[in-house]
Nanobody, 126 residues
């Protein structure tokens, strides 16, 4: 089975940055979409970013545009999510997920993803 592991969360002051990591041996095949989602208190699960297998097409939530970047290191079988200019609304449990790639993009709907890793907590103090 596909196994994912998210890491890199922690406590950061408003305006600070974090880099989250998602590692899985299946990344080297470049046939999986990788998505980042977060559970925010009172709001449930929401999409943050994703990167598509094959094409590398990426998606960013409106609130993340301009202050986040997703990247893929095939040699290390790892996808990174750089988070900058964090604010209290970014607080939540961040999880990575994967699905077999179809088409040219990646979905922002969490229900489209099949395999999920253990989340990492991001806490932003204001």
């Amino acid at each position: 089975d596909v196994q994912l592991q998210a890491s890199g969360g922690g406590l950061v002051q408003a305006g600070g940055s974090l880099r989250l990591s998602c590692a899985a041996p299946e990344f080297d095949g470049d046939v999986y979409d990788i998505g980042w989602f977060r559970r925010v208190p009172g709001k449930g699960r929401e999409a943050v970013s994703c990167i598509a297998g094959g094409t590398g097409t990426s998606f960013y939530a409106d609130s993340m545009k301009g202050r986040s970047a997703i990247s893929r290191d095939h040699a290390k079988n790892t996808v990174y999510l750089q988070l900058n200019n964090l604010n209290s609304e970014d607080t939540g449990v961040y999880s990575c997920a994967t699905r077999a790639h179809h088409g040219s993009g990646c979905p922002d709907d969490p229900d489209r993803y099949v395999y999920w890793g253990q989340g990492t907590l991001v806490t932003v103090s204001s």
